[in-house]
Each structure stands twice: as C-alpha cells, then as structure tokens.
C-alpha cells in the first residue's frame, strides 16, 4: 500500500515505512502471492530469480517450493530490506543481492522462472531491466509478474484516495496529487507494457486482471484499516492534527460499507503478465 511512490526506485525512507509497518503492508498482498505461484508454477529443483521482494515473504515461499535441491536469488534496491529478510529468513537456498534490477549483472541463462510481486513497475528504465531480467533466464524459461493497473481501476487504492483527497480539498489544504498512472501504476497499460517487453525480446505476453478483495491492513476491524491507511497515505504527510482527525471519521464512514465481517475487503485490480524466452 505503497501510495505515492515512483517509478525511479525505493529509497530509504520508503523502506523505513514499510518495515515498520511490515504486517499491515504484506498481510494483504498473500492472494497476489497465490496468483503469482499459481501461474509461475514452480517445480522441485527450479533457479529461480525474485525481483523487488520487499522483505522476502514471496522470494522465501518460493524457495519452499523449489526445495532444497533448488535456489531462489532475491534481488531488491534497497539494502534495509535484504538486512530485514536475512533477520527472518534463513532457508539455506536462498540468496540475496543488493542491486538495481536495471543494472544487475546477471549471469547468462541461469534462471528457470523469473517472478515479482509489484517490483517490476518501479524500473526506471522497463525496457532495459526487462532485457537484464531476459538474459538471465533460460531458453523456454518463464517470467511471471504482478503489477498495479491504474489506479482508477483498483478500488483498493482508488475508494481511500478519493476519500482522503475530498477532505484535503474541502479544507483547502495543500497536498502533492499521486499519479494514477505512473509510480506504482506505472505498468497499468497492457499495450505499453507490451510494447517493453517486446522490445526487450521476451515473447508469448500475455495478461490476466485479477480483482481478487484485498483486505485493507489485513484482516481486522474498520477502524484498523483506517489507522493503517492514516499511517501509510503520503497524501496525509504535515498535515494538522485537526484535518487528520477530519480525515479518520471520513475513512471510518466511507468504508464501513466495506467490512465483510472479516476486515475492509476493497476490490484489487492487478495485472499478472506472463512471458517466455525463446
């Protein structure tokens, strides 16, 4: 729930954010996991490459997967992450690198699957990063990625961004717009990320949008979300005590309608892109 990042990386005060509130922000994201393992498809035995991995949860789970006679590389920008994922993860087939995914110097042919959970569309340059990521994979080896559609179409972001800006509005407060289509929704366009791909010699593209319910913070009451999301929202950043306070009753009325018994269940909209070398 990475509202307001941007395409050119993750530096350390994004990571400081997100470590620090590790469960709220990972919690949700396990059916993304699920549909990424679902169509990656990993086999015992399999090298396989995770890209922008955030703390590990997916890289270590595919590592399970692959067993002991396989090895899973996680590869991140962002050095606080890899020291975070080496504190809680110690599965003796995982490996870690500290680089930019856009320069990372990979050896020819040595992954079997390539996958990544919303890290591919922070790439500053796709197509350069995607052709990396392409001669590190094997010949008929697969990438399997999830990123955000724009954010029009994913209520999970959308419904609190509109909440929370028409509040801003309504005071008058001063605030920096996100994007709807670049940073986290950078690769929210089919024929763009196609073009990319394409490009960078990867073949048989195809896309599949999920709207799996995510639960905003995870399970919990409605209040929970919207402390979660008072806690993340760059939109809410210096603003007064007085427009905070504003801005929570907002939240807890717009998505009391929401709760499904279980926690704020907000529609997604991701796109998992699948791709081959050839």
């Known amino acids: 729930m990475a509202e307001g990042q941007t395409a050119a990386g993750w530096d350390a005060e994004r990571s400081r954010i997100w470590l620090s509130n590790l469960a709220d922000c990972e919690a949700p994201l396990v059916p993304v996991s699920a549909a990424i393992f679902e169509v990656a498809n990993l086999r015992a035995g399999e090298q396989v490459l995770d890209v922008g991995w955030g703390a590990g949860a997916l890289t270590v789970e595919a590592a399970r997967r692959v067993g002991p006679?396989?090895?899973v590389v996680g590869l991140d920008i962002s050095p606080e992450m890899i020291e975070a994922a080496r504190r809680r993860w110690t599965e003796s087939n995982l490996e870690w690198l500290v680089v930019d995914a856009g320069e990372a110097d990979l050896s020819p042919e040595a992954f079997d699957a390539i996958i990544s959970r919303f890290g591919v569309m922070f790439f500053a340059h796709p197509e350069a990063a995607f052709r990396r990521l392409r001669m590190a994979c094997r010949t008929g080896g697969r990438l399997v990625t999830a990123a955000w559609a724009?954010?029009?179409?994913?209520?999970?972001?959308?419904?609190p961004y509109e909440i929370l800006t028409s509040v801003l509005d309504r005071h008058h407060a001063s605030y920096?717009?996100?994007s709807a289509v670049e940073g986290p929704y950078s690769l929210g366009n089919e024929e763009q990320t196609t073009r990319s791909l394409q490009a960078a010699g990867w073949d048989q593209i195809q896309f599949s949008l999920r709207r799996d319910r995510l639960y905003v913070g995870g399970p919990g009451t409605v209040q929970r979300a919207v402390e979660v999301l008072i806690k993340v929202s760059s939109v809410l950043a210096g603003q007064s005590e007085d427009i905070?306070?504003?801005?929570?009753?907002?939240?807890?009325k717009g998505l009391q309608q929401w709760h499904d018994g279980t926690g704020v269940a907000l529609p997604s909209g991701f796109l998992v892109t699948t791709a081959r070398r050839g």
């Open 69 to 71: 006679q396989g090895r």
């Open 150 to 159: 724009h954010r029009d179409e994913v209520p999970y972001f959308a419904v």
């Open 176 to 178: 920096t717009p996100v």
């Open 244 to 252: 905070v306070a504003t801005a929570r009753e907002a939240l807890t």
